[in-house]
């Protein structure tokens, strides 16, 4: 809850930005996603969407601020195990050449689905899992004509998905690629 607070703040600190530097979209992609130091998962294909709310310090420093609907976790053998979130990722944006940027941040996450389905279809709910992820964020972003853009980022889980054993220092790793529409 107090990362949550920290986000929260962050976000109205983007209200001290430059009007005319004010950037507020919507985007979507794919996330390939797994889970770290455990063995017998492979990757998943998920989709991410939502909302992002930035702007720009001056020419070559600015931020940016995400709310996220992220499927992620692992397949399995014999089925799927499913980690939904709503992450709220805040990058500080470094603009390398016009309209390339780098960017760099955290993410903060919280759970809001954890199934874990065998190749029978079964449901299974009694993993704990956290309900709470923090992740690092690094990418590269490309804003395009029409207030289009393209990003990529790679997302490290810092803390561990689950306290049992078997998932005792596994993270989230997540790979996303997305397109996305800036209103202003």
């Known amino acids: ?32 996603s ?3 130091d455990a063995s017998g998962f492979d990757n998943k294909t998920g989709f991410v969407v939502g909302a992002f709310v930035g702007g720009k310090f001056n ?4 931020m940016q601020a995400d709310v ?3 499927q992620q976790g692992a397949e399995l053998d014999a089925g799927n195990f499913d980690l939904d979130y709503v ?7 470094l603009y390398i050449a016009k309209g390339f940027h780098a960017q760099i941040g955290p993410q903060f996450g919280v759970l809001i689905n954890d199934d874990t389905q065998t190749g029978a279809g079964e449901v299974v709910n009694d993993i704990a899992t956290n309900n709470f ?7 590269l972003g490309l804003d395009i004509p029409l207030g289009l853009r393209l990003e990529g980022r790679y997302n490290f889980g810092i803390n ?11 993270n989230n790793s997540v790979f996303t690629l997305s397109l996305g529409y800036s209103f202003l």
């Open 160 to 170: 561990s998905i689950s306290e049992e054993s078997f998932f005792d220092d596994s």
């Open 133 to 139: 992820d923090f992740s690092g964020v690094v990418g």
């Open 68 to 70: 996220l609907f992220s």
């Open 87 to 93: 992450n709220i990722p805040i990058v500080l944006k």
């Open 34 to 36: 797994n889970v770290t």
């Open 59 to 62: 020419d070559n420093v600015g």
């Open 1 to 32: 809850m107090k990362q949550l607070c920290i986000a929260i703040c962050m976000l109205f600190a983007l209200t001290s930005l430059q009007a005319q530097g004010l950037d507020l979209g919507v985007k979507a992609g794919v996330n390939f």
